[in-house]
């Protein structure tokens, strides 16, 4: 057998096994007779690189899939990318005006040929680091947004949605992202609170000496002010209505009207109406039949409508309302506030309500099925508590704004008639446009194609049905076999833009739900709790990361602090921690393949040592099962690092480890089985590592990634328990410490009970020997005089060690005076009513917790010191 190298190198080794699996191709799957277990992979943005959030998507992911494989599932998790609208255009935009080119003057046809440059570039940058994370995907099925099939069914639904009378197009407010220039769906609105002020201005009554005094955030939309509304049972304004003011600075006559949707408790009372540029506004104004004036122009500059503030920035223009207010003494006065303002959240400047023609989707029909599916559990979600968050936005969903002001992405399948604005056909392509035009309008009709593109999501809704190929063949043999998918694992943050959504698409054209479970992962945030981001700079470079650690310690690190749905406060230490893992994983193999087979009969200590390590390895199997089948990975994780670094690195190899390097045949086939057993236990968190170190064990043939995934064996046929393992730890760790203090006692005692307890721990002795220099043990009803007693596990046990009783002694009085002063500490902060009344209730119960803990621990020592002082 071949040395193993002294130190571990992921960077060669883990280059080596993702190289090994794509040419061997065998993560390729067609349909067969077994059970299938699919996902399908969120598709990240061709807009740049992997981020961290990527990073965790995809290790639970690929820790799935790869359990499924090795459980017997024919399992296919299928990769892809987005296309992104407005975030790659945004990025193209960019990338352009680096090289002196204006988008404005290219053609569309111009500008496209330079965002599939870019996408070609950054989809290889993204797909080479997904590999270089280890990801078990089945690359031959990897799917694109904009694919030539994908997109004939982006296309092909439009055209039945708008045939179902669920499309259509409508003059209404919508969300403006004054930079990308573009509409907003409302879950592309991100909502701040903000430092601002709020302007108290005064409004001429006109014919009269007073004024009406409006309080508003934005002055400089003053200029499209036309009306004044009150609610109509205000008193202080009942005589007011149905007179007019004048709009300042503009000297506009407009109504004073009535309105019941106007707040009294707000401001003064009075509001400014603004049909143009507030959604509420809008509304009023149609009750009121008011004029609509909009003032600013698409990047949010004022327009000509706007007067004396054209031109200016809607922040210039903020400005020098405000100096002319001042100057005609029409500024009451200026109130410091915090408010909420939304954002685009592609591009993070504030986005402006503007009343535009655009394309809408009628969600409440497509909402029911997917509420109903989630409600009555068809569709699980994990954690529950997503459940809530869920119903509350489907129970209150609006319309989606799904056209776009933008070049890339699937262009609108609609084209308009003779130049008209109203007149237009709806079809899969221009030819078939044609033919639908020349019916109704003639043949010498000129059809122009709508200039927008359809919002990201509307691919993205399909992703489940598409990369099957359902809109072109849903009778296909491999949509039948490989949906409804398993699992869909993603983020919370995109529960409303793609899960929900996905719901209803499954339903509405599939009649079938797109996945049976969503597994929510948390945010990936900095030590500090801040979301990671590029601006805030505190986002680490992921390639660097697998450099610097290796990917299999980058996985580690991620998983080992993510919990199921909650946030996780990414600490490069963790990654420390996965790679020091690695080393330990490494080493003790390396010990384990330097010991020689012997021809000789096993002790009685390793066949003692092997039965208890048999009993723990199934015990654990069981564990992470049942963790894994609950999605709870990170604690399934966390048990085998323990189970591997603890029980069998540090326990297990101590107690079989030989004087001179050999071992019986029949041992050292059990340590190697043992060994095979905990790298497939491990296999879906570390891929790399434990695929290199199962091919170093010998008579390895395959791959561990297609090995059997190990299951429990019936615990009941061995005698041990979590109370015996815990006696034997505690014991070895207790005695240990005796020995370091230089007493040397040969006799370990253990006082007699129940005859099935003691039956679980004597199984046991050899290892106790094995691991210290304890000669013999034995059961007594009485320890002799002097000696000095511990409780390890549930069992008392003792040793006559005269040298250490007394310091004991004063040890546990010690801890007990310790343990006093922390219950009476913990004791007065739960008898504080302003701290019960004011903190979290999860922080009250831990302090409860922390009372009982700290009790019972306190009545061991006392019993301890007790003891110690009555023998």
């Not at 399948?413 to 008209?420: A, I, K």
């Not at 189970?643 to 001179?660: G, N, Q, R, V, Y």
């Not at 034995?778 to 549930?794: M, N």
Request: charged fraction near 30%; glycine fraction near 4%.
């Amino acid at each position: 057998m071949m040395e193993m190298e002294t130190r571990y190198n992921p960077e060669e080794i883990e280059r080596k096994w993702i190289e090994e699996w794509e040419r061997a191709n065998i993560f390729h799957t067609e349909p067969d007779d077994r059970r299938p277990y699919t996902i399908v992979m969120p598709p990240p943005n061709v807009t740049g690189v992997l981020h961290m959030g990527h990073v965790l998507d995809n290790t639970l992911q690929d820790i799935l899939i790869r359990r499924a494989r090795m459980l017997g599932y024919n399992a296919l998790w299928v990769p892809g990318t987005d296309h992104a609208s407005i975030a790659t255009e945004a990025k193209v935009v960019a990338w352009l005006k680096s090289m002196g080119i204006d988008k404005r003057d290219l053609t569309r046809e111009e500008f496209l040929k330079y965002a599939w440059e870019w996408k070609e570039k950054h989809e290889n940058i993204i797909i080479t680091q997904l590999k270089k994370l280890g990801v078990s995907c089945d690359w031959q099925r990897k799917k694109f947004t904009m694919d030539p099939d994908m997109s004939w069914a982006v296309i092909h639904v439009f055209v039945e949605l708008y045939n179902r009378g669920l499309i259509y197009r409508d003059l209404k407010m919508i969300n403006w992202d004054p930079v990308a220039q573009t509409a907003l769906s409302d879950e592309e609105v991100v909502y701040k609170e903000v430092q601002g002020k709020l302007y108290y201005v005064k409004y001429p009554i006109v014919g009269e000496d007073g004024y009406i005094v409006i309080a508003t955030t934005r002055p400089e939309t003053i200029v499209a002010d036309t009306a004044i509304a009150v609610h109509p049972e205000d008193g202080r304004y009942r005589d007011l209505i149905g007179k007019q003011a004048i709009v300042p600075v503009i000297n506009r006559k407009v109504p004073i009207i009535a309105d019941e949707y106007v707040d009294p408790e707000f401001g003064t009372g009075a509001l400014k109406v603004t049909p143009a540029h507030d959604p509420k506004d809008l509304e009023i104004g149609r009750r009121h039949n008011l004029e609509v004036i909009d003032v600013m122009n698409p990047d949010a500059t004022m327009n000509e409508n706007s007067g004396v503030l054209k031109g200016l920035s809607r922040e210039s223009a903020r400005k020098k309302m405000v100096e002319m207010l001042k100057e005609q003494g029409l500024l009451e006065k200026v109130e410091d506030i915090t408010h909420s303002v939304g954002f685009s959240e592609r591009t993070d400047v504030p986005i402006e309500p503007r009343l535009s023609k655009q394309w809408f989707v009628k969600m409440k029909p497509l909402a029911e099925p997917a509420l109903k599916a989630v409600l009555e559990g068809e569709i699980k979600f994990i954690p529950e508590r997503f459940i809530n968050t869920y119903r509350q936005w489907m129970e209150n969903i609006h319309d989606w704004c799904i056209s776009r002001q933008l070049w890339w992405g699937h262009r609108i399948p609609v084209w308009y008639v003779n130049g008209s604005d109203n007149e237009f056909v709806v079809a899969h392509d221009e030819e078939e446009a044609y033919k639908i035009a020349r019916e109704k309008y003639g043949y010498d009709v000129k059809l122009e194609q709508d200039p927008d593109v359809l919002d990201t999501w509307f691919s993205s809704w399909l992703w489940p049905l598409s990369v099957f190929n359902y809109f072109q063949d849903p009778e296909n043999k491999d949509f039948k076999y490989y949906y409804p998918t398993t699992v869909l694992v993603t983020g919370p943050d995109i529960i409303f833009f793609w899960v929900a959504r996905m719901i209803m698409a499954g339903y509405a054209f599939a009649k079938e739900k797109p996945f049976h479970d969503v597994y929510f992962h948390g945010i990936i945030r900095d030590k500090l709790g801040r979301k990671m981001s590029k601006s805030l700079g505190n986002s680490p470079d992921v390639l660097k990361l697998i450099d610097d650690y290796g990917a299999d310690s980058l996985r580690m690190g991620v998983l080992m602090s993510s919990p199921a749905g909650n946030d996780l406060l990414f600490d490069e230490k963790l990654l420390e921690q996965g790679r020091n893992f690695a080393n330990k994983l490494w080493n003790a193999i390396r010990l384990v393949l330097s010991w020689q087979p012997a021809e000789e009969n096993p002790t009685e200590s390793q066949l003692a040592t092997i039965n208890w390590f048999e009993w723990r390895l199934n015990e654990a199997t069981r564990e992470v099962n049942r963790l894994m089948d609950q999605y709870r990975l990170s604690e399934a994780l966390k048990l085998l690092y323990s189970l591997t670094w603890d029980d069998f690195a540090s326990w297990f190899l101590e107690a079989i480890k030989p004087k001179d390097k050999r071992l019986p045949k029949e041992v050292i086939g059990k340590v190697y089985d043992f060994t095979d057993h905990i790298l497939r236990l491990l296999h879906p968190f570390i891929p790399m590592i434990t695929e290199e170190l199962w091919h170093r064990i010998p008579n390895r043939k395959g791959f561990i990634a297609l090995s059997k995934y190990p299951t429990a064996k019936d615990l009941s046929q061995f005698p041990f328990d979590e109370y015996s393992d815990r006696w034997l730890k505690e014991t070895v760790s207790w005695l240990r410490r005796i020995f370091q203090e230089g007493e040397k006692p040969e006799i370990l005692y253990i006082k007699k009970r129940e005859e099935d307890r003691m039956q679980s721990i004597r199984p046991l002795y050899p290892i106790i020997y094995a691991l210290t220099n304890i000669k013999d043990v034995k059961e007594v009803d009485e320890f002799p005089a002097g000696s000095l007693p511990a409780l390890t596990g549930t069992f008392l046990v003792a040793v006559e060690a005269p040298g250490l009783r007394e310091k004991e002694i004063q040890r546990l009085q010690r801890e007990k005076k310790r343990l006093g002063d922390l219950l009476k500490a913990t004791q007065k902060k739960l008898s504080n009513q302003n701290f019960i009344s004011r903190a979290p209730q999860h922080v009250v119960e831990r302090e409860n917790q922390k009372f009982k803990d700290i009790q019972a621990q306190l009545e061991m020592v006392e019993e301890q010191l007790e003891r110690l002082i009555k023998t």
